[in-house]
């Protein structure tokens, strides 16, 4: 079997579509750099009086100082540094790059018959925010974004994947995650719900390929033109 009838016989048997948001639908810090908000959320630590150590202080993924904010034990500083975040990601998605095919993947899905869940440790706010701006909410019959101040239950914790997969009434075995992470992979598997990996930057291929991830691929082109035969027969 090729690449692409293994893609498609995988779309194919899926009755529903689950995609991550930054990367798969769009980049949303195409406009305002992740580094950027990463500095401000360890600086808004800095002025809390946090001791940031050499590990921390170079993070330049704002996901990520959220989850080491939980670790310090006070749940009112992890909450401030959620909300900044939150505020943060909606500036982000008035300037979000959308990815190449990402928004046919949306429509054709739909059209194929299968709803498209977004599942993201994004806030849900700011990728409404971005839906709505680019018309696509009405194509979109879920959105999982990231549980308030619960860094624990981001991907790879499968919690938000099964609340995307019980929303839509489809079991997991039943749909499929389109990532670009390794999150993405490893909570999709823990889900027990098969897996694309988008590899939007060439490094990804054999990391993604390593990880046991289903399919791996270049390209939402491809899985926008896979669903298109479902779509035609409808």
Known sequence: MTDHQALRALLDRSRAILLDFDGPVCSIFGGYPAPMIAAELLNLLDTRG?????????????????????TLGKPELTREVEDALCRAELLAAASAIPEPYGREVIITAREAGKPVAIVSNNSAAAIEAYL????LKQHIAYIAGRAYAQPDRMKPNPEPIWRATAAVDVEPAASVL???????????????????????????????????????????????AALLPSARQR
Do not use: C
């Open 132 to 135: 709505d701006a680019h018309r």
């Open 50 to 70: 946090v001791q940031l150590g050499d590990d921390i202080r170079t993070e330049t993924d704002p996901m990520e100082v959220l989850r080491w904010s939980a």
């Open 178 to 224: 389109i990532g670009d992470s390794l999150f993405d992979i490893e909570g999709a598997q823990n889900a027990g719900v098969p897996v694309i990996a988008y590899a939007n930057k060439p490094p990804k291929v054999q990391r993604f390929t390593d990880a046991h991830a289903d399919i791996v691929l270049t390209s939402m082109g491809d899985i926008a």
